[in-house]
């Protein structure tokens, strides 16, 4: 079998194209969608974040603003910005920018922000509803999963479903979102590193959405432990779900983004590119060519749920700035 490769950036194209007529619509009514993004120091990983949300934000007409805040600010100063920014009658949408430096509990300034201004739909109260049915927002990779999961099988009622991670920010809220339909949910199975026979698990599974992010956790420890000076092995690189791992038809999300070598010289170093520098390479939990061969349908990494997790925040802030009213 060769699977079909289910296309998130057609899928995310879509989305935008209706977040474009809905902000246009909010805009003639006088109520422009405003997203905030706050970000306090500097971090260049943030920064291609940031760029990142203005351009996604300017193509579908949804104001960006960037409030930079110092690194030294205190953790009482920011969430006074935050309340301002939930009392604006400008901004309907506020989003946090990761990592917040060392002196500041991420947690507790997250929660400071309205649930009704909460484009990543990651407030307790945001999460809580998940548990009812949903509400007005939910987490956006979570709903990037199922929205791909769903155009490709759009009758899941009773298929064996098997998550593999369980973090806060993707694995449980997509086992909430399958949860949903009282009477055509899924049958779900949550895997995490300590499960004892993962491809027991897997290899049953109708539908297996992959979020460990194996590799890349591998690579970083080496890395760190390179650099302390510890005699380390190379790691293994390889995917985390193999062929081996998967039933015949089933239906592969892949949501992990693992940036990782493309491989490993002699010495045990990673193979340079023709700018002397390391070769890397983006890929998923999945071993795509392989698992292609026997899977139904398949996301590829990237060009997956990537673009489609851009498009739902920006849903997100629209519902959120329909919402407000
Ligand atoms: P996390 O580190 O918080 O959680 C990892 C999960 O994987 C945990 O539940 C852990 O128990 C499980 N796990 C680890 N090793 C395992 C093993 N050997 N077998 C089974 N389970 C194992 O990571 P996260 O924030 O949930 O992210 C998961 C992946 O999804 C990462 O690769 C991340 O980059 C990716 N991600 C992608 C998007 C996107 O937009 N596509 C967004 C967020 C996260």
């Keep these: 079998m060769s699977a079909k490769i289910i296309d998130g950036n057609a899928v995310a194209d879509e989305i935008k194209s209706r977040v474009t007529a809905d902000a246009a619509e909010l805009a003639n009514a006088g109520r422009k969608p405003h997203l905030t993004a706050v970000q306090v120091g500097e971090n260049p990983a943030s920064k291609i974040y940031t760029n990142m949300q203005a351009k996604a934000c300017e193509s579908v007409g949804i104001e960006y603003e960037l409030l930079n805040l110092p690194a030294e600010i205190s953790q009482d100063d920011l969430l006074g910005k935050i309340a301002e920014l939930n009392a604006s009658t400008e901004t309907t949408g506020i989003i946090l920018q990761m990592p917040l430096p060392a002196h500041m509990d991420a947690r507790r300034v997250q929660v400071a922000i309205s649930p009704a201004k909460d484009v990543e739909g990651m407030h307790p109260e945001n999460m809580g ?129 693992n940036r990782i070598p493309k491989g490993f010289d002699d010495n ?58």
């Design 268 to 325: 045990g170093d990673p193979v340079k590119n023709d700018k002397g520098k390391n070769a890397m390479q983006t890929v998923g939990d999945v071993d795509f060519e392989a698992v292609s061969q026997i899977a139904s349908a398949i996301t590829p990494v990237p060009g997956g749920v990537g673009p489609v997790t851009v498009a739902m925040l920006l849903s997100n802030t629209v519902a959120c700035a329909k919402a407000i009213g």
């Design 129 to 257: 509803r998940l548990f009812y049915g949903g509400g007005t927002v939910s987490p956006c990779t979570p709903m990037a999963a199922v929205e791909l999961l769903k155009r490709t099988q759009p009758d899941l009622a009773g298929a064996e479903t098997v998550i593999v991670g369980h973090s806060e920010i993707v694995g449980k809220p997509i086992a909430m979102i399958l949860l949903q339909s009282p009477n055509a949910s899924p049958t779900v199975t949550v895997c995490h590193v300590a499960t004892k026979d993962l491809a027991a698990h897997t290899r049953r599974a109708d539908v297996l959405i992959v979020a460990a992010g194996v590799s890349q956790a591998r690579w970083s420890a080496y890395r760190r432990r390179k650099k302390a000076g510890e005699d380390v092995k190379t790691p293994d690189l390889s995917a985390l779900i193999s062929a081996e791992m998967i039933k015949p038809g089933a239906v592969v999300i892949d949501v992990a983004i």
